[in-house]
């Protein structure tokens, strides 16, 4: 099973709005990631929080944490067309080892 | 895409037979991975290196084999390749343990 699982799958707004994308995960982690993948292309990093933050912002894009809830939202404000893409959270396993869980992703598609 | 290769970029192969898929990177970083990504599963890690000769299996590990003479070569095998090996596969590198990671193009694998 997953350990980390996005929220919604697809999703489908207007150019100039907001999308809000939720990340659910399982056990406790050190830290958590969100990447974006392009249609055919690899994953891109977008950013990471720790699992001792609770809000991190990297231009038009703010991630929360809430380990309690165990679950992160990423949300991108103003959006462009340009943001049309997959959306992946990820993150350790809780083991203590290397390995790094994906979850299967958010559709987002921005209209113009 | 952050000094790092992935070949071929696409092959076609039968049933039955042996596939080497080869990522190299230029970044001298000491962690590496191989995902596969399929419809509906986001991406599932492989196997992992944490440094030459240093390998470990991952969540779908079964039929595949890796190897890592070299910090820049990570090699991905498939011993035996079946249909349910079609997939689009993903290297990665990452500088630091859970850290942010960077991935290749990808190279899509079709087996008949």
């Known amino acids: 099973s997953q350990q980390g699982e996005e929220d919604p799958q697809a999703l489908s707004i207007q150019e100039g709005e907001n999308a809000t994308m939720n990340c659910s995960y399982k056990?406790?982690?050190?830290?958590l990631q969100w990447y974006r993948q392009n249609s055919g292309r690899g994953l891109v990093h977008l950013i990471l929080?720790?699992?001792?933050?609770r809000e991190k912002h990297s231009g038009r894009l703010r991630v929360t944490l809430d380990t309690s809830k165990k679950s992160s939202s990423l949300l991108i404000t103003a959006s462009r067309a340009a943001d049309t893409a997959s959306y992946f959270c990820a993150t350790d396993d809780g083991s203590g080892g290397f390995k790094t869980i994906f979850g299967a992703g958010t559709r987002l598609f921005v209209k113009a | 895409d952050a000094g790092i290769t992935q070949s071929p970029r696409h092959k076609v192969t039968e049933t039955g037979t042996p596939v080497t898929l080869r990522c190299h990177q230029t970044?001298?970083?000491?962690?590496m991975y191989w995902y596969r990504q399929d419809p509906g599963h986001g991406l599932r890690l492989i196997h992992y290196?944490?440094?030459?000769?240093?390998?470990d299996k991952g969540e779908v590990s079964d039929g595949y084999s890796v190897s890592r003479s070299k910090t820049e070569d990570f090699l991905l095998t498939l011993e035996s390749a079946t249909s349910s090996q079609t997939s689009v596969y993903f290297c990665?590198?990452?500088?630091?343990?859970?850290?942010?990671?960077?991935f290749g193009p990808g190279t899509r694998l079709t087996v008949t």
């Open positions: 290196s944490y440094g030459v000769k240093d390998t």
């Open positions: 990665a590198i990452s500088e630091r343990d859970r850290g942010e990671q960077y």
């Open positions: 929080i720790r699992s001792n933050e």
């Open positions: 056990t406790s982690i050190n830290n």
């Open positions: 970044e001298n970083h000491r962690y």
